[in-house]
Each structure stands twice: as C-alpha cells, then as structure tokens.
C-alpha cells in the first residue's frame, strides 16, 4: 500500500492506464515458525493477460491472492496454488476485482471488487460461498486489506456517510465497526495480527498528518509515532501483534520503513542506497521484514530486513535464480514461516511485469 488503501479508486485508474498497480498494502503475517531462505522463485504467471502482482501469501505460502489482467485487459482478483495455478475469484457486476489478504491456511481471501454501477465493496470469498460483499460503514465504498489467520477478522478502510473513508474491523457476529481517526478526517486498517486482536494501519490528526496506529480493544487506536518527520503509516504487523512495521518521514521529510516494538520504539531498517523506502510485511515471529527502497541509481527495488544482514536487495539475493535481465520491484507480503516472499517484478523470459515467489 498500501501502501495502497487509501485511494484504491486512484490505485486503479493507474492499473487500467498504465498496466501495473503501485505498490501498496500489504498485508500481514499470521502464526509464528522458522526456517531458511532457498533460492529458487517461480514466477506465477497471469490469467491471461500482461501483468499480475501477488499481494499477499498464506502461512506456509501454498496459496497466494493477488491481482492479474485477463485476455480482455481486465484486472481480477486471483486465489493461485500449485496444483491448481491462477483462479479467477469473480466480481460484483463489474470487471474488477483484486485480492489483498488470505486466511492462514488460504481458505478465506479478502479484497475488493466493483459493482455493476462502479461502486468499490470489500469481499470475503470461501470456495464454497464465493463472493461475500461486506458493505460499507454508510457511504459508497469500501475495501479489505487484510484478514486474521485464524479467518475471523477482515481489516479494510470503508468510506462513512458523510464520505469520510474509516479504518474497519469487520466479524461475522458484529460486521463492520469503525475504528475512528486520530480527530482528522480518515483513517484505514492494513493489517491484522493472527488472532485479530491487534490492528494496524494510518489515521488522520486534525492538521491532516497521518500517523501509523497499533488498535486493540481495551486500549483503541494508539499512536506509534514517527523517525522524526510530521507522518507515518503502518502496513504489517506479527502474528502476536507485538512487532509493526511501515514507513514514516524523517526530520528531512524523507519516507524510510520502520520497524516498531514497545520496548524499542520506532526503528529505521536503512537504505538500498537510494533515497526512499516503505515496509510492508513482516513474519509470524517479528524477524524478517519485507518492501521496497529506491537503489543507487533510484530504481525501486523490493528488499528482505533481518536484524543479521540488514536490509538486502531481494534481485540481487536471488539473481542466479532469476536470470539476467529480470528484478524484483515490489515485496508485499512473506509468508508466516519466513520461507516465501511474494511480489511484483519484471520476468525478462516472459517479457512482463508478473506476480513472483520466493521458494
């Protein structure tokens, strides 16, 4: 994103001008685990068309949600697996559609799709139910971010009755609630730790700055601060809910990505040489962050954070398994165990900006 919520419509008018989405929400990691990095990556291909991005990955990255161009141009939301590949998951009347969280175990994907009068509604899509419109919190749009592990809790940003677009918390017993803003004007949810319980993502002040905030019932939405500069955002957070991380502007008014804890505060995980970066995920145990920063030369580039290696540059990291010519733009999301990194980069065979992931 997120990354990206806060102007989904914008997000997507970009997509069907130019053909690939800016890097947005990510979402969060569920459950806790281990493991090591291996070196293969496989590029998951499209439906049909000529772009696809993956946005978000199950536990164990069997199942991985995103968006693809079909033959027609149009952009879906997909469900893909290994045995299966690449699902279309459907739409609400219009030819769009886009999937931005999963459950842990992949059985519930949450996104958004547009109505046959152009109206944004976040979804819950199971394979035996299908599409599930969410609503909104009174006004004429709404989109979902992310989902708890554990499948019960759908994160999003909706827009209210007097248009105002609110971070939700969305369950089945109680629907969507509103989280509320910092007493500014909007305020969106990206993340969800694995139980639900904590929620992350931006909120408005009243001078209009946005501030990353970490939500839990008893305390509601709390102000993590910034790296020195007026704004932040939260984009991920781990699947205890203790570890968030984003990005936040610096004293000189750059954006740089954080990771925060309450014992050590808001952290900066550095550069790729470049000016710019934003985190946007981070794995079930907290250690290993994932997003994107400009390199020396300024190109956007996605990266792996650890506190042992720092903040390493994924196409160099995997270059002999992605060939000359190919990169990795975007890292939305890592799997709960560490082992999978799914994204958006440029696959030289294929000649195309595809959704990949790390093996």
């Known amino acids: 994103m997120r990354k990206l919520l806060p102007c989904a419509a914008l997000?997507?008018?970009?997509?069907?001008?130019?053909?690939?989405?800016?890097?947005?929400?990510?979402?969060?990691?569920?459950?806790?685990?281990?493991?090591?990095?291996?070196?293969?990556?496989?590029?998951?291909?499209?439906?049909?068309?000529?772009?696809?991005?993956?946005?978000e990955a199950s536990s164990t990255g069997s199942v991985i949600v995103g968006y693809s161009s079909n033959a027609a141009g149009q952009y879906r939301a997909f469900r893909w697996t290994a045995a299966g590949g690449m699902k279309d998951l459907g739409d609400f009347g219009y030819a769009f559609a886009a999937a931005y969280g999963t459950s842990g175990d992949g059985s519930i994907v949450v996104?958004?799709?547009?109505?046959?009068?152009?109206e944004q509604r976040a979804f819950r899509w199971t394979a035996a139910g299908g599409l599930q419109n969410l609503g909104t919190l009174g006004g004429p749009s709404s989109v979902a971010a992310d989902i708890s592990a554990n499948?019960?809790?759908?994160?999003?940003?909706?827009?209210?009755?007097?248009?105002?677009?609110?971070?939700f918390r969305w369950t089945a017993q109680w629907g969507m609630q509103d989280l509320g803003t910092f007493g500014g004007f909007s305020s969106g949810a990206y993340a969800a730790s694995a139980d639900g319980a904590v929620i992350v993502g931006s909120a408005e002040d009243p001078s209009g700055q946005r501030h990353a905030f970490r939500w839990t019932a008893p305390t509601g939405m709390q102000y993590l601060g910034t790296l020195g500069g007026l704004e932040s955002e939260a984009f991920g957070v781990s699947a205890d809910g203790s570890v968030v991380v984003g990005r936040s502007t610096d004293a000189s008014n750059t954006r740089k990505a954080f990771r925060w804890t309450a014992a050590g505060g808001m952290k900066d995980l550095g550069s790729l040489g470049?000016?710019?970066?934003?985190?946007?995920?981070?794995?079930?145990?907290?250690?290993?962050?994932?997003?994107?920063?400009?390199?020396?030369?300024?190109?956007?580039?996605?990266?792996?954070?650890?506190?042992?290696?720092?903040?390493?540059?994924?196409?160099?990291?995997?270059?002999?398994?992605?060939?000359?010519?190919?990169?990795?733009?975007?890292?939305?999301?890592?799997?709960?165990?560490?082992?999978?990194?799914?994204?958006?980069?440029?696959?030289?065979?294929?000649?195309?900006?595809e959704a990949y992931s790390t093996n």
Do not use: C, K
């Open 11 to 55: 997000l997507i008018a970009l997509a069907i001008s130019d053909g690939t989405f800016t890097s947005p929400l990510s979402a969060s990691g569920g459950g806790g685990g281990g493991g090591t990095t291996t070196s293969s990556v496989s590029w998951i291909g499209t439906l049909g068309g000529n772009t696809s991005q993956a946005y």
């Open 274 to 353: 470049g000016v710019g970066s934003a985190a946007y995920d981070v794995s079930g145990d907290g250690s290993t962050v994932v997003g994107d920063a400009a390199d020396s030369t300024g190109q956007t580039r996605a990266f792996r954070w650890t506190a042992a290696t720092g903040m390493q540059n994924l196409s160099a990291v995997y270059g002999g398994s992605i060939g000359s010519g190919s990169y990795f733009v975007y890292a939305n999301a890592i799997s709960s165990d560490r082992l999978h990194v799914v994204g958006y980069g440029y696959n030289r065979r294929n000649a195309r900006y």
């Open 151 to 167: 499948g019960l809790v759908i994160v999003g940003e909706s827009s209210t009755a007097t248009s105002s677009p609110h971070a």
């Open 111 to 118: 996104g958004e799709a547009w109505t046959a009068t152009f």
